[in-house]
């Protein structure tokens, strides 16, 4: 059965350290990539990770299991990473070219793709995409962030957020219709109206 | 021109979060307009290529300062917990208002628990024992390698040093090294240090990526002088499971590799209370751990060392036992080795013993594609499932991190309930299940399972490269030429090969390997049978 982090909290609040293990196993990955997202820095996304786990078991007597853990989770993070922005008093996000640069062009970039001319094609959208992530609004960089990279609801990213559906809704609506319109200049998204 | 209002209802539509009436509305007029079809085209093309962007990006992981950290945190504010309300304890019965009859109630309650206890748990129960218990593999490893280990005289040699020249030309004595920082020290997920003559002589060291999934393993590329080499480090990463025979308190150390391993878990008693999981941080320290006749004991290969204690106290440590697994691929060469060694009291005691285990194996991919080729056994199936499909163990399911201990908790269950079989599971460097192995006798397993865990770093030498073939038999028995022709010239002892791999000479005589399949046909292991007595079941992790 998968963790779920419902029943480790409920363990917790009883002190219970094995249940924050598994806790922590199960959701230290997501935490890490999603404070990475967000800083581009692999020591303050660390950073905030463990301080999320700490705050989490610290105050899990308040955790109240009628929501989805999930929720709770990245309300606490996105929660955890804003205050620390604050405390680096930044007030845009970090350059997000410079993130792409340092760290993912390291990373197998079209290995699947057979012809050469395939993988070049497949960089080169991973690059605009890069891009146009990169200049969207912080508002809707996070949205896109929730919503494509972490898989969360419309009802679950108003929730984290503190905003209302419909404004979840807009600002999708409005971060895609940003990236469409870098990534029209991408032949696989030719002739698309923004 | 496309409204403001569709595009809006057009994006809440790819995410299927529109009500039903609006997702209605959305493909009627998608139906009659282009414009609108290419627009959801290019969401749709916009959230996949999101998501494969994302899929590499998930490969990124934090290194296991995080956990470190954050458990150490968490374990202090327990202890400081603890302390406060045992403060508070102390202020309110020191009160001494009613300190006489509470204590009182105190003993006849502990009386009569321990009544409870003792006659629950049987009055027949041993004292300490003192015998030695290794990890899963071999007790007598001489002669559990068998006639695939050479023993061979041995003079001094320091494997951690990278010095294998000597090894090779049969220097086999050598010193274990129990400071840490000798060994191999991880940061940021970087092995950055070799031994301390290593960075004195600066030689390079570092982790590479060779798995043909792009998953790290634990592989190290290394230079001795400017010869290049490999190794696979069997007994960094990798749990194993062994059935303790002994009964008692025994204390359980941690071997030397500190910062490199997970946590451990022993898992002595019956009953998950009773376990305990010794954190890396703890490695070299002796630790109390009782242990029922029968339990299971859970370790990161090769790294645990259960030694017998004196009245169940740390510190009078008679015999240990250990033995370590490593796979080298030196000069293009696959070379296992194992090490055994044996210490006591009495120096002139002391026994070591290093061997060479030459064999060549299959890897759990290419077994797969072999498996995939031989036919279905439902009656295996039936069995495995039967007799571990309760605790979970069957699956087919990619196993992540976050699985990571259940996989191992499922396994003592299944170990628990079934008296014989044991086994172990591999990981990779991230912690996750690359595959589980069970056996039905620890005998068996101690025949197989260096084959087993030698086929498990070839694949992640990116050597067996089988599943990459899809397609006919043709191509798969290209592929195995290729296998083996990479594999023939390494001076190997035996060679099972892949069309001879169901009737291998060294396997006992009827012995034949079946697929473990769910009832809609997924492979999801493979087994070895004799007659109608499964011996070994090996369930792939993805």
Known sequence: MAI???????????????????????????????????????HIAEDVSQELFFKLFRNAHKYKPAGKFKTYFYTVLNNLCMDTLRRMHKKSLPDFQSFENNVLDGMPVGEEVGAPEAAAEVNEERRLVREAIGKLPEAQRKVIILRELEQLKYREIAEVLGLSLNEVKVLIHRGRKSLLKILQRSPLFEGIES | MISDEMRELLSAYVDGELPHTDAARVEDTAKRDPRLRRHIHAYRRLRDTLQVWDAEENQLEPSGRVRMRALSRVQALVAEREAEQQERRRRFFGGGWFQQPMSLAAGVLIAVTAGVLASFMGGE????????????????PVAAYGDFATPVDTSPLDVFSGDAQRWEEGALDRVIRNESEGILIEQDGEFVRWSRRAIEADRLIRNID????????????????????????????????????????VALRLGAAKGTVPATRAVPARTEDDSRWVQAGELNDLHDIRVTKGAAVLTVAGELWVEPVEGGKPGEVGRARVVTATTWIKRGELVSMAWANETAADPSAHKQWALRAESIVLGPKARRVLINKSGRDQDVLEWMLATYGAEGVVSSARTTVAKHRLVIDRMVRALERDTGATGFAVYDSKNRVLGTELFATHDLMVEFAPRMLAGYMLEADGRVRLDKKSGGAAEVEAAAQEFLSDVLPRQVKRVVSVRDARN???WPEGMRQVNLQTPSGSVVGHGLMVGDQPLHLSLFGE
């Open chain 2, 504 to 506: 291998a000479d060294d």
């Open chain 2, 125 to 140: 129960r041993e004292g300490p024992t003192f015998a030695v218990r290794s990890d899963a593999l071999p007790m007598e």
């Open chain 2, 210 to 249: 060779r798995h043909p999934d792009g998953r790290r393993v634990d592989i190290r590329e290394t230079k001795t002088g400017e010869q290049p080499n490999v190794m696979v480090a069997s007994w960094m990463r990798g749990a194993q499971a062994v059935r303790t025979p002994y009964e008692g308190v």
């Open chain 1, 4 to 42: 779920t982090g419902e029943e480790q909290m409920i363990r917790m609040a009883t002190g219970d350290v094995v249940a924050f293990e598994e806790l922590l196993g199960a959701f230290q990955g997501a935490a890490f990539r999603f404070a990475y997202r967000i800083f581009r820095d692999r």
